[in-house]
């Protein structure tokens, strides 16, 4: 079922993302396509290999050769990675891949997030997030999206997605039943979302494409709809 959002842009209020600390370039990587976080280290995909860094230190604390061109997530027990057309089910570990289902977007794919036993997926020039069944890769529901849709997180019952578009890029919240816009954090200029996901409390972290940089945006205080 594909819901339409919302489009009474002039009515939600912009904020100035709040960039609290860079991380990277890592060695060996020029861009960052997906990250996640384990509770303990952040993942960054980097193109032909995953890398865990300390984000109180920023120092790397572990590698894995795994290819990841898009969006990282994981559920508590292994990473998914977006790998062009199929998304991998990642022992984190050993590095093994368990399994790997089909993407749906055949390659079109973006960010990637693990919520209520289910992937979410974005679509990022389709303008959608998918709800996928990380078993059989099928969707199981479509929510639009009015821009680009880079990362993709959920946090405290919170549906949030990157935007990168035009040179310009934002944080947004939106109803996960209509895909309508809640809020909007607007990057500085040149700081783009290319993987996004959320440490649970106070923090997102952004991918920030080819700079090869990983940053963390303060997490706003419900904001006003």
Known sequence: MNRNPSTGKSQIPVHAAEIVREYGPFAGADRVGGVTHDGRHVWAATGDKLV?????????AR?????????????????YQIAETRIDKIDPATGDVIKSIPAPGSGGDSGLAWA??????????????HQV??????????????RFVTGV???DGELWHGTWEDDESEIRRI??????????????QGAGVSGLESDGADLFYCGGGGTGKVRAVRRPKRLAS
Do not use: H
Request: contains cysteine.
């Open 52 to 60: 865990a860094f300390d984000p109180e230190s920023g120092e790397p």
């Open 63 to 79: 590698t894995l050769a795994c290819t990841g061109d898009a969006g990282t997530a994981f559920d508590g027990t292994y990473l």
């Open 116 to 129: 209520e036993g289910s992937l979410w997926v974005g679509q990022y020039r389709d303008r959608k997030i």
């Open 133 to 146: 069944d990380p078993e059989s890769g099928a969707v199981i529901r479509s929510i639009e999206s009015n």
């Open 153 to 155: 997180t959920w946090v």
């Open 175 to 188: 109803d996960p039943e209509s895909g309508a816009v809640l809020d909007r954090l607007q990057m500085p």
